[in-house]
């Protein structure tokens, strides 16, 4: 599962934000659900990957963030040769923190689903 402790430590100080987009930036498609915000044949290049912070709230188990995510999708192309061409791609995600330890669970706002 993966953990984002520095933003979990960082609740409810001017840090939060900074905390989560560093933390988030480092996952890859491995963590990050992105295959749910692209075509079918189409897949998430790992590089270059930007999160901007939308928001934030809490309860009393949960810190819930909107974030959203810039990467790049390599398109399936019959006809474009050898090399795939590559395409901006954008999605707004939300991002559930455990407050007992950390664990993070994401996913792809409904919006934003493709597949």
Same mark, same amino acid.
């Given at each position: 599962?993966?953990?984002?402790? /520095?933003?979990?430590?960082?609740?409810?100080?001017?840090?939060?934000?900074?905390?989560?987009?560093?933390? +988030? $930036?480092? =996952?890859?498609? #491995? +963590?990050l659900p992105l295959h749910d915000a692209i075509e079918n044949l189409?897949?998430? *290049? #790992? /590089?270059?990957?930007?999160?901007?912070?939308?928001?934030?709230?809490? /309860? !009393?188990?949960?810190?819930?963030?909107? +974030?959203? *995510?810039? =990467?790049?999708?390599? *398109?399936?192309?019959?006809?474009?040769?050898?090399? !795939?061409?590559? $395409?901006?791609?954008?999605? !707004?995600?939300?991002?559930?923190?455990?407050?007992?330890?950390?664990?993070?669970? =994401?996913? +792809?706002?409904? #919006?934003?689903?493709?597949?």
């Open positions: 599962m993966a953990q984002l402790p /520095n933003s979990l430590r960082d609740w409810n100080t001017d840090a939060f934000e900074q905390s989560l987009k560093s933390e +988030v $930036e480092r =996952f890859r498609r #491995d +963590v189409n897949s998430v *290049v #790992d /590089n270059d990957l930007g999160v901007t912070f939308i928001s934030a709230t809490d /309860n !009393e188990n949960a810190i819930h963030a909107k +974030v959203g *995510v810039y =990467f790049a999708e390599a *398109v399936s192309c019959c006809s474009c040769g050898e090399s !795939e061409p590559i $395409e901006e791609a954008y999605c !707004e995600m939300d991002i559930t923190i455990d407050k007992s330890s950390g664990d993070a669970q =994401f996913a +792809v706002r409904p #919006d934003y689903i493709k597949q």
